[in-house]
Each structure stands twice: as C-alpha cells, then as structure tokens.
C-alpha cells in the first residue's frame, strides 16, 4: 500500500488482533453503528472496533514534503448484555462490565505503540461514550499521531552543503 493511512489502518488492525483478541471485528469506520431508523446500517460482530482518521494538519517541510499531525479514532462498540446496578447479580453485573476490561486492553496496547517505522507513537488525548438511543454501547477513543510524508517530494538536485565545503551535489 502506499497511503500512509492505509499502512496506518492495515497495521493497526493486525495489531488489535495480536494483542486483544477479545475484540471480533476490526474495520473501517463506515456508518456501521448508525441507527437512524432503527436499524444497523451493515452487519458487524460483537464486539466491533471501527477506524476512522480525523482533523489532520499538514505542514511544509523542503522540497515539497509534510509533517502531518492528527486523530486516530477508535470506536469500540458492544452489544447490551445485562444490568450493572448494584441489585444485578455479581456475575451478571461483571459481564455487563466486561467492555471496560476490553477498551483497557486495547489502551494498553495502543499507548506509545508505533504503527511502523514511517510513523510516529500514538498517543491517547481523549476517550467518551457515544450518547445513543439505543441499548449499544459505543465507547471512543481518540489518539494522536504524527508523520512526515515524502510522497510528493519534489525531485531533482538538492546541495547539501556550500560548494567550499562539499563540492559535489547529490543526485536523487
């Protein structure tokens, strides 16, 4: 792949899969929990961890290349399974909480992890809980992450040094 996205998505994903197999379905943030008549817009399995990137910035570097800074999103996403009140069950109750164990899996294996060598760490900068209508549960988690992209480098003669002290140029 060349998109440094698509290399961020393919690289997140097998690591979630690696690291917390509690999660099923790993995929692209597509509309999937939207619930605007009441119903799922694809099928997914439980629990689903959706991707999305969000709010990049780009900024100049020399010869046409960028420093790009922005949000990687990570929508967890759990089916109801039961009451938590303190009147529920232990067991019960320690099911239907089971999905705070998952997403701290997963925090855990994101801090500070490197989707490759191109890229910078993640790091977390927020996590909230979708407000829905339905019995879904939807947590999110966004992370910072910064890259240089060189893919429109402007190619031709670059000097590196003054003539005096280097005087041949590189070619690339």
Not at 105 to 125: C, E, N, T, V, Y
Request: proline share 5%; aromatic share 12%.
């Amino acid at each position: 792949m060349n998109s440094s996205f698509a290399n961020i998505f393919l690289a997140i994903q097998q690591h979630v899969q690696d690291q917390v197999p509690d999660i099923i379905y790993i995929d692209q943030e597509l509309g999937q929990l939207k619930n605007d008549s009441g119903l799922l817009r694809m099928p997914i399995q439980w629990p689903c961890l959706l991707l999305d990137f969000e709010d990049f910035t780009y900024e100049q570097l020399a010869t046409n290349a960028q420093t790009a800074r922005g949000k990687v999103i990570l929508r967890l996403g759990f089916a109801p399974f039961s009451n938590s009140s303190q009147s529920t069950p232990d067991a019960y109750r320690q099911k239907a909480l089971e999905y705070y164990d998952i997403e701290w899996a997963l925090h855990k294996a994101m801090q500070g992890w490197s989707p490759g060598d191109d890229f910078g760490m993640l790091s977390r900068i927020s996590a909230s809980t979708q407000k829905r209508n339905d019995a879904l549960r939807v947590r999110e988690l966004t992370y910072s992450i910064a890259f240089e992209d060189y893919s429109t480098l402007i190619k031709g003669t670059l000097y590196t040094l003054p003539s005096q002290i280097l005087p041949e140029v590189v070619h690339y």
